[in-house]
């Protein structure tokens, strides 16, 4: 990806450079009108959890993760959030921002449960349901089965249905379409809700931050900040072009999103085929302890992940990007399954050995395990956006459910 200075038309507003995509919301519309979507997203989900389970850690800044060594938030509560601390943040870090922050370790099978728990409300009101991670779905309301008569009174009763059955709360979006939905329910958590009517996308989208946008992670945003770019309205400012040529095949996602057209449905029933992660470092490295010590960073994230979405997988493949950017890719299958985190460390260590000593510093590594079995639906990856897919051919915007 070119890291380059920004182009020279940085500011002018281009005119659109494909003809087919005109503006919203026509051009979000599924065979026989505009789509209905929830997004639903439960706050500040495992702390909210543990605070539920302990009446003690009320009120209280909360962190779930390990406080020690190379510990890393999981999930922070509202108070400890005044303080700074957020998911994924080092929990060192975080006790520095916050030295009341109180710890307790995640309890999955309790975090499972609940998921199953509120699946099964969304199914009673559409069986087109897409899981993102534990915590969060989007659901297609479009045929409103039970005769509700509007999306955002669905999402009122699942909001409603979650806080009665399971004393818990959950933010929903409702809007036309999955990356508008999604933006919606982050905009007024927690227990919030938020409605973007057809027609509103494209000056919602244009005021926000693109760092918020599903898609755009933090170095996607730091790119975009290098290109000038901070908000939607600046994204929309530069032509196709220019963001294929930086944003490679994510560019006609970004470049229709900001317009507030997002043509992607709802998929029920996805699988997983891989479950990873991976990291590029500042400076890069190539001691075998300075790899090891990466390597056992990414085996914690990746295994909260593998816990997170109750996988079971047979092989491990080790990543890595030399500095040349050359990739080399190392994988190793068990007969039956990578039981526990100390199997799956252990099965990157041995690839990682193997290596040992690198011809050359390496830029990014990564770990990921395949071969899955029984695993919760795909979430989309955090970095890269999904392609943009289906078609749009009707002019009928169908308002009334909002
Ligand atoms: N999670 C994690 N590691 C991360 C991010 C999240 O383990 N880097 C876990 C803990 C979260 C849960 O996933 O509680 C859901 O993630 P969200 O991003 O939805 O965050 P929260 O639900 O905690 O907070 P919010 O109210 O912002 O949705
Ligand atoms: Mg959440």
Redesign the pocket.
């Known amino acids: 990806m070119t890291k380059g200075a920004p182009p020279d038309n940085v500011g002018a507003v281009m005119a659109d450079a494909n003809p087919n995509i005109t503006d919203e919301p026509a051009e979000n519309a599924a065979p026989g009108g505009l789509r209905k979507i929830i997004h639903i997203?439960?706050?500040?989900?495992?702390?909210?959890v543990e605070q539920r389970d302990d009446p003690s850690l009320r009120g209280l800044p909360l962190a779930?993760?390990s406080a020690t060594g190379r510990g890393?938030v999981?999930?922070?509560s509202?108070e400890a959030r005044k303080f700074g601390v957020r998911?994924?943040m080092p929990s060192q870090r975080a006790l520095r921002l916050c030295p009341d922050l109180v710890f307790r370790m995640?309890r999955f099978d309790v975090?499972r449960d609940i998921s199953r728990h509120i699946r099964a409300i969304f199914a009673d009101y559409t069986p087109i349901i897409e899981p993102l991670?534990?915590?969060?779905a989007y659901l297609d309301v479009t045929a409103d089965m039970r005769g509700i008569g509007s999306a955002t009174r669905i999402a009122e009763l699942i909001r409603e249905r979650i806080r009665s059955e399971l004393n818990l709360t959950a933010?929903a979006g409702v809007s036309y379409n999955k990356f508008l939905a999604k933006l919606a329910s982050?905009q007024n958590?927690?227990d919030g809700l938020c409605v973007i009517r057809p027609g509103e996308g494209a000056q919602f989208v244009a005021g926000l931050p693109v760092r918020r946008f599903h898609g755009v992670g933090p170095r996607g945003a730091e790119k975009m900040a290098r290109l000038g770019i901070e908000t939607g309205e600046d994204l929309r400012a530069r032509p196709i072009e220019v963001l294929r040529e930086h944003f490679g095949s994510q560019a006609d996602y970004l470049y229709r999103a900001v317009r507030g057209i997002d043509l992607r449905p709802v998929q029920a029933h996805r699988r997983r085929k891989s479950l990873g992660g991976e990291r590029t470092f500042a400076h890069d490295i190539s001691s075998g302890p300075a790899l090891r010590e990466t390597l056992d960073r990414i085996v914690d994230?990746v295994w909260?992940?593998i816990e997170?979405a109750n996988a079971h997988g047979r092989t491990v493949t080790l990543k890595m990007r030399f500095a040349d950017f050359t990739l080399l890719t190392r994988a190793r299958s068990v007969e039956h399954v990578v039981e526990s985190k100390t199997d799956f460390a252990r099965i990157g260590h041995a690839l990682l050995d193997e290596l040992l000593p690198l011809p050359q510093p390496i830029r990014l590594m990564g770990l990921t395990l395949s071969s899955l079995e029984g695993a919760d639906e795909a979430p989309e990856t955090v970095e890269g956006a999904p392609a943009a897919n289906g078609t749009s051919d009707s002019r009928n915007a169908q308002l009334s459910l909002f």
């Not at 997203?41 to 909210?48: L, Q, V």
């Open positions: 997203d439960m706050d500040a989900f495992f702390a909210s779930v993760g890393v999981a999930a922070a509202y998911s994924a995640p975090y991670s534990l915590d969060e933010s982050d958590k927690p994230i909260d992940r997170s």
